[in-house]
């Protein structure tokens, strides 16, 4: 895969021993709850929920939903749209939400909004990264991996325009010449 045109943000390393802490933190908090069910929004979390899920202590299950949003490929401005719900009835369940990234935070409140009113015994979020100057909405994310400024990250799960999503470290993303996605620009599939 080409790598030029990504400078390395968190190493392999570092996101492992990050995982890790998550899963230790999140094992203990839910250590009494009997079981918790993990949530992933597609597509970016895959490879975060993968390791993170591999490193609970804890006993759960996973779903997944999808969600896009009809920005066209350069603004936030479009609604957020569920493209494929949950097959899990969550109501009386332990839910956790797992997101690749929190930018706007408008794609975790919208499946928040949806979420609710199922009445699960508990709704909590977890992103691995988070966009502190970018959130528009008074958002609370439980499990934060790292805050990163505005820039565009690719890789352990996030993409830009559909590529790098499978590097295993995580790197800024700028073309030659390029300063890079504007802020604020985002593919229309998530
Ligand atoms: P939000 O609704 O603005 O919080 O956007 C969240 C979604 O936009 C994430 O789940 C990602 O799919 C995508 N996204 C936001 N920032 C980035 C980035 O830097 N790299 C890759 N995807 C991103
Ligand atoms: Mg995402």
């Given at each position: ?81 569920l493209v494929m719900d949950l097959r899990t009835e969550i109501a009386g ?33 977890c992103a691995f990264l988070r966009k502190p100057s970018r959130l528009s ?24 325009m559909g590529r790098y999503r499978s590097l295993s470290d995580i790197g ?19």
């Amino acid at each position: 895969m080409t790598r030029e045109k990504t400078e390395i943000l968190f190493s392999e390393e570092s996101i492992r021993k990050r995982v890790g802490e998550l899963a230790r933190q999140i094992s203990s908090d839910y250590r009494d709850c009997g079981e918790l069910l993990l949530v992933g929004v597609l597509r970016g979390c895959y490879i975060f929920l993968a390791d993170l899920s591999r490193r609970l202590s804890i006993p759960g299950g996973i779903d997944f939903v999808a969600l896009s949003a009809y920005d066209r490929g350069t603004t936030a401005t479009g609604p957020v749209r569920l493209v494929m719900d949950l097959r899990t009835e969550i109501a009386g369940k332990h839910v956790l939400i797992v997101e690749d990234i929190v930018d706007t935070g408008r794609t975790l409140d919208y499946l928040l909004s949806i979420l609710r009113p199922r009445n699960p015994a508990s709704l909590r979020t977890c992103a691995f990264l988070r966009k502190p100057s970018r959130l528009s909405k008074d958002l609370k994310v439980d499990y934060v991996g790292f805050d990163i400024p505005d820039v565009w990250v690719v890789g352990y799960g996030l993409d830009y325009m559909g590529r790098y999503r499978s590097l295993s470290d995580i790197g800024i993303i700028r073309a030659e010449g390029d300063p890079g996605p504007a802020a604020g620009a985002r593919p229309a599939v998530r």
